[in-house]
């Protein structure tokens, strides 16, 4: 096969490995616990109420989307700056100015995303503080 096809499938096929694994695992989780009530069921065995609601739920926490936002932010801001710098450093060894505005680019788009992010902290606590 040649790469011009090969490296697609494969990135794709990781893309979609990445997405797919993670939630197949949490449904045979979920799967398996309700296999477990059943088994239980058939038996005539008591199910405590509190650990059947544990088994059906799961371990969800509830998030604070305002830290949450505020570290992605943070990081999405320091992979921009990690991109700028490389684009002078590589500017630098390379000597062709191209290279600093080819990871600009990048730099640019999740500095944004990450000023974007941060915004959304901002206005998720104060929605939060109003609440309270």
């Known amino acids: 096969m040649d790469s011009d096809v090969f490296v697609p499938f494969l990135f794709f096929g990781f893309l979609g490995a990445i997405i797919l694994v993670p939630i197949w695992l949490r449904e045979r989780t979920r799967q398996s616990a309700h296999h477990l009530i059943a088994q239980a069921l058939e038996k005539g065995q008591p199910i405590d109420p509190s650990l059947m609601r544990s088994l059906t739920e799961g371990q969800?926490?509830?998030?604070?989307?305002?830290?949450?936002?505020?570290?992605?932010?943070?990081?999405?801001?320091?992979?921009?700056?990690?991109f700028v710098g490389g684009g002078f450093a590589v500017r630098e060894i390379s000597g062709a100015e191209e290279a600093l505005f080819g990871m600009l680019i990048p730099a640019a788009i999740l500095g944004a995303l990450g000023v974007a992010f941060i915004l959304l902290a901002i206005v998720?606590?104060?929605?939060?503080r109003k609440e309270d």
């Open 124 to 128: 998720d606590y104060a929605t939060k």
């Open 60 to 82: 969800k926490k509830p998030q604070d989307k305002a830290r949450s936002s505020l570290g992605s932010g943070i990081v999405l801001l320091g992979l921009a700056g990690g």
